[in-house]
Structure formats: C-alpha cells, structure tokens
C-alpha cells in the first residue's frame, strides 16, 4: 500500500484502539470526543469461489474510483505485527483447532496465533472503513463494520458453475475443482463460525444477495451501485 494509505490506517488504528477504551472504562468525557466519528462510504463483498465475485469488484473499482482490498488485509497485518505473510497466511479466513493453535504457538515463535490475527484483522478492517471510499474483500469485513455506513453484498453461484470455472482457471479436473471448492466453503463456514459466531450463508448479514450463476458481471455491478447509492442517500 502506498505511504499515504499507511499513515490513514494507523491514524484509524488509533481511532479504534480509543473507541475500545471507551468501552471498556465507560467514560463519558471518552465518549464525546467520539461521538462525530462515522465509518464510510465502504463496499463489502463476500463471494464464492468461482461464483466471479471477482469479476464485479473489478467492475466496482472502475466506477466508484475506489480502492479493493484484499490481500493488501493481510500484509498491513504483517507490517503491524513484525510477522512473516506465509504465518498471517495460515490463520487469513481458516478456521484453526485450539490445540493445534496452541501446538503452533509453541513451534513457531512468530507465530501470533488465531486470536491475535483476528485483532489485527479487525482493527485494519475497522480503520479501512472509517477511511472510506473502500471495497472490502472476504474477512467478515461484513461482520465487523456498522452496516448504516455501507453496503454488505454476497455473490454467489450454482455449485456446478463455480466448479466449472474452478477448472478452468485453475487447470483441474473436474474431480479436482468440485474438491477444491468444497474444501475452501468448508474453510470459510468455518472461519466465520470461529470468529465472529456467525454462518456465511445466513442472509442476514448482507443487504444484497445475487447470483451470479443467473446474472452477468456487468449487471451485478450495476445492481450493487445502485443499492449502494439509494442506501446511503437514506441514511441521515
């Protein structure tokens, strides 16, 4: 990320860390100095290998002159926490067994474990959204952020249509693909579950749900800025 970006998001960070205090302690004082503070504009897309969510963020970025991120989570998160990639990437939105967390805790002393990347985690998502104009991708961003400041979108597809564009951009074969994308909802099932005690899949958590398998790239972006537009006009 460009130094700029860096300096808003620990300035976000601060941010986050002082509405924590206030949660914590319950000061009134604490809790004026916040009270102008607000999150957004931001877009958050939790999609379905395969299913092109991919596709239509792209589409997004291009007529919003937003910022898309994703890995870019992941690496701010190494930076903060002086912690290789390949560790933050073990734990980025797989579910990890206690036992197994404390075992790697043990082995590998850079290791921050579940708990700590999901602290991390949430303050980046938290200040990345207090900045604005921000296309959020995967990690419960969904789950973590105030919905009255943006809009939450999941993009799904037939299993078949998904297994099929596994295959193709992926080089599989079809055995192989329909594994690969059972393995990855499995993972993502539960690292929602783990992390926020949630399920991915209830519609509850997102304010537009498409299916991509039904509809094009082009239309679902459209569908989503629209939503985004008309959603935020009516927030006071």
Do not use: C
Request: glycine content about 8%; cysteine-free.
């Amino acid at each position: 990320m460009a130094k700029d970006v860096e300096q808003l998001i620990d300035q976000q960070v601060r941010l986050w860390e002082m509405s924590q205090r206030v949660a914590r302690d319950g000061s009134e004082a604490a809790r004026r100095a916040l009270v102008h503070l607000e999150e957004g504009p931001w877009l958050t897309i939790s999609r379905q290998l395969g299913a092109g969510g991919g596709e239509v963020a792209k589409r997004l970025q291009e007529r919003l002159g937003w910022q898309i991120y994703d890995r870019e989570i992941l690496l701010k998160i190494a930076r903060q926490t002086h912690t290789k990639e390949k560790i933050i990437s073990r734990l980025d939105e797989h579910a990890v067994g206690h036992f197994n967390d404390f075992v790697r805790q043990l082995l590998v002393p850079d290791d921050m474990g579940q708990a700590g990347f999901l602290l991390e985690m949430t303050r980046v998502v938290w200040a990345l959204g207090r900045q604005g104009k921000a296309i959020l991708l995967g990690r419960g961003a969904n789950w973590v952020l105030d919905p009255r400041f943006g809009l939450r979108v999941r993009l799904i597809a037939p299993a078949d249509v998904r297994i099929a564009r596994v295959a193709e951009e992926e080089g599989l074969g079809h055995a192989d693909a329909e594994k690969r994308v059972a393995t990855h909802d499995a993972e993502k099932r539960g690292f929602i579950r783990q992390a926020f005690g949630r399920q991915i899949d209830d519609p509850m958590g997102y304010d537009l749900v498409l299916n991509l398998g039904r509809v094009n790239p082009d239309v679902a972006a459209e569908t989503v800025l629209i939503a985004v537009q008309r959603k935020l006009e009516s927030q006071p």
